[in-house]
């Protein structure tokens, strides 16, 4: 389940405009459907490319590195409540725009939260529940489906809401209510006092859980399973409270907390006629590459050794390159640095699976396309130890993310045009190799793209 959570990154395209990413519609192939929008319904149900975007309550800091970065997400979800005018745009209609009559975007308001802005979500839940809910009869914005326009109601008032389906954890909103009583049928209880609430009194300015101060906008599982109580003293006036360092916001990775920080270097082999201070063996050739000339490799012994650990393989890091496949086989190896008997990664081409491959030894992100031989392809491989994932992107653009939380150490040196397996050189190139580039970081998607 949790590699399934993160198959949102196979439908993100980062080029669906040229302006933004979002989620959009593959064919079988691989390839985007094309006539894409972002009000598009292809590929989805009850929704637009628009809504759907946003459904990754898991993951939340994923998705804005996947837009560009926290800042950049959150002045889209600003957007996406608020017409152009900066009006507040929460009662649907727009297929651009939040829509509280159906399930899909249900869970958006909250998702300033994960964003390190909790004082939107107190705002936004807020103009939902006073302009959207009213009484009598027509007082749901829409099929209430068992329930669910009124518990999204309900949920808004007590001033929390579920993180993530299926989970305890509940997110800090803003409680309608000076005092909520939930009694469990356990005996568990679980109080929300916001004495101070009223209409203009919406934001929350500190907290405390069971009499302890608390700064975070969300509430851990052991508030739902054991019970206890939150005061939340309110305001008129917006407030940081909440707002936690960047590296805090959002679902912690499953690999655990960890801290490496990121580096500042790279190193590039431009391969345009010279061999940029790596060795070349076996007398490869030159050829016209994407730009100027290219190293031309025949599959069979030739590459180019670096004679150094470029990459901290056990941490964050990225590798690209340009590439044109020739000749297809068992496998075709891009870039790749040395371990003890095997390659620590290798950016390749899979004969196995017969597509582009970011890979250790026992996983392989694969992208869902066909590699046509002759074409030159951008590849990227991005290994994010924090977060834990291991990223392939093509073209610029992700095209498959898989959760990898240990990497193997690197004991030899970056090689271009083949791998190691068993103590063995293997997996040859079989075609041209243009401007390779390691960095001692995870590039984020807008950094990757703005390599091609």
């Not at 007590?158 to 209510?177: D, H, Y």
Request: hydrophobic share 40%; with cysteine; charged share 15%.
């Amino acid at each position: 389940m949790l590699e399934r959570a993160n198959w949102w990154r196979n439908t993100f395209n980062a080029l669906a405009t040229p302006a933004e990413g979002y989620q959009q519609a593959r064919n079988k192939d691989g390839s985007w459907v094309g006539g894409f929008s972002p009000s598009t319904d292809v590929g989805f149900a009850q929704g637009s490319s628009a809504t759907y975007t946003w459904m990754v309550p898991q993951n939340v800091a994923g998705l804005a590195e996947a837009m560009g970065g926290t800042a950049v997400a959150a002045r889209r979800l600003d957007g996406f409540f608020h017409d152009t005018a900066g009006n507040w745009a929460v009662k649907g209609g727009s297929a651009l725009r939040y829509d509280p009559a159906n399930e899909p975007g249900l869970h958006t308001p909250w998702l300033y939260n994960g964003l390190g802005q909790p004082w939107k979500t107190q705002a936004t839940t807020r103009e939902i529940v006073d302009t959207v809910y009213t009484t009598g009869p027509g007082g749901l914005p829409g099929n209430d489906d068992l329930g669910t326009m009124s518990a999204w109601y309900v949920f808004a008032a007590m001033g929390v809401f579920p993180q993530v389906p299926g989970r305890a954890e509940l997110l800090v909103g803003s409680p309608l209510f000076p005092t909520v009583h939930v009694a469990r049928d356990n005996g568990v209880g679980i109080v929300i006092d916001a004495p101070a609430t009223t209409d203009a009194a919406q934001y929350v300015q500190s907290a405390t859980l069971d009499g302890v101060a608390y700064g975070k906008s969300w509430l851990p599982e052991s508030f739902v399973r054991t019970g206890g109580t939150l005061n939340l003293t309110m305001g008129t006036a917006a407030s940081t409270w909440g707002s936690p360092p960047p590296d805090q916001v959002g679902v912690a990775s499953f690999c655990g907390p960890v801290s490496r920080p990121q580096g500042t270097a790279v190193s590039t082999w431009p391969f345009d006629g010279t061999a940029g201070g790596a060795t070349l063996v076996g007398a490869p050739q030159w050829t016209a590459g994407h730009a100027g000339q290219a190293l031309l490799l025949n599959g069979s012994g030739q590459y180019a050794d670096t004679g150094r650990a470029v990459l901290p393989t056990t941490g964050n890091y990225t590798v690209a390159a340009w590439v044109r496949l020739d000749a297809a086989g068992a496998f075709r190896t891009v870039v790749s640095q040395d371990g003890a008997t095997s390659s620590a990664f290798f950016l390749q081409y899979s004969g196995a699976d017969k597509t582009f491959a970011m890979s250790f030894a026992d996983r392989r992100a694969l992208a869902p396309l066909t590699p046509v031989t002759g074409r030159w392809y951008h590849l990227a491989g991005v290994r994010d130890a924090d977060a834990g994932h291991l990223s392939l992107y093509v073209d610029g653009v992700l095209a498959r993310q898989i959760d990898a939380c240990t990497a193997d150490a690197a004991t030899g040196p970056l090689v271009t045009g083949r791998a190691r397996w068993g103590g063995a050189p293997v997996d040859y190139w079989a075609g041209a190799i243009d401007d390779v580039r390691a960095y001692d970081r995870a590039l984020t998607a807008a950094q990757v793209k703005a390599l091609v």
